[in-house]
């Protein structure tokens, strides 16, 4: 060794520094708070609506790491709760983001789809026609027909299109059992079936301002004409 002059210091130009992985990171965690929206059919999530996302547990002083995801999406469509939100197409940015193997999705387990009632769409009615009797002496909703004590026919509007929902009544009952017009029908018992109707949330009571209780005559019963009997 003493005959040559060696240098005090060698390089090797070649040599690389791998990202590491986050999952060794035991304390490392990618997440975004609880997400909840009202039933709109989809499973989408609005891309204003993309939550934030929240990076922790990184090497201290290396740790200059944001996350945003260009979209979200829930694992169904229905409502419910602890359901799964899925951001993807996650872009990392700042000055550590490239010391790091990020994943491109992350899940968060606990959000939730809230039913659609009128409080979010004025358009969610429930209705049924005009009502129309003979004066018999009681509340009750009669058919013109048949002449007995029926539950007006309902209908839903607002319903997303394609979803099965229709909605039924209990009883049906006028305001009170004296003729007029512009009479108070009220429908008890209002309740959705289909296989969306769970999706729905609507008041159990529907009412129709129009309906009319006519005067008995001489010759009528409560809802039909006696024939002549000359």
Do not use: M
């Amino acid at each position: 060794a003493q005959n040559y002059e060696l240098p005090t210091t060698i390089k090797n130009d070649t040599c690389s520094i791998l990202p590491l992985n986050i999952s060794n990171l035991p304390n490392a965690k990618i997440s975004f708070a609880n997400h909840t929206k009202v039933y709109d059919g989809t499973t989408n999530v609005l891309p204003k609506a993309v939550p934030d996302i929240t990076i922790t547990g990184l090497i201290p002083n290396f740790d200059n790491v944001q996350g945003a995801g260009k979209s979200a999406s829930y694992d169904n469509k229905n409502v419910g709760t602890n359901k799964v939100v899925t951001i993807k197409d996650i872009i990392y940015s700042g000055n550590d983001a490239l010391n790091y193997i990020l994943p491109n999705s992350v899940q968060n387990r606990s959000c939730s789809i809230t039913p659609r009632s009128i409080t979010e769409d004025p358009n969610l009615i429930v209705t049924f026609g005009n009502q129309k009797k003979f004066y018999d002496a009681t509340t009750n909703v009669i058919d013109s027909i048949e002449g007995t004590i029926y539950v007006p026919q309902l209908q839903i509007s607002g319903i997303i299109s394609g979803d099965d929902v229709k909605a039924l009544a209990v009883t049906a009952q006028y305001d009170t059992k004296n003729v007029g017009k512009n009479k108070i029908v009220t429908a008890f018992g209002v309740h959705l079936l289909g296989k969306d109707a769970n999706n729905y949330l609507v008041p159990t009571t529907a009412r129709n301002y129009n309906s009319s209780i006519l005067p008995k005559e001489l010759g009528k019963q409560a809802w039909f004409e006696v024939p002549n009997q000359t």
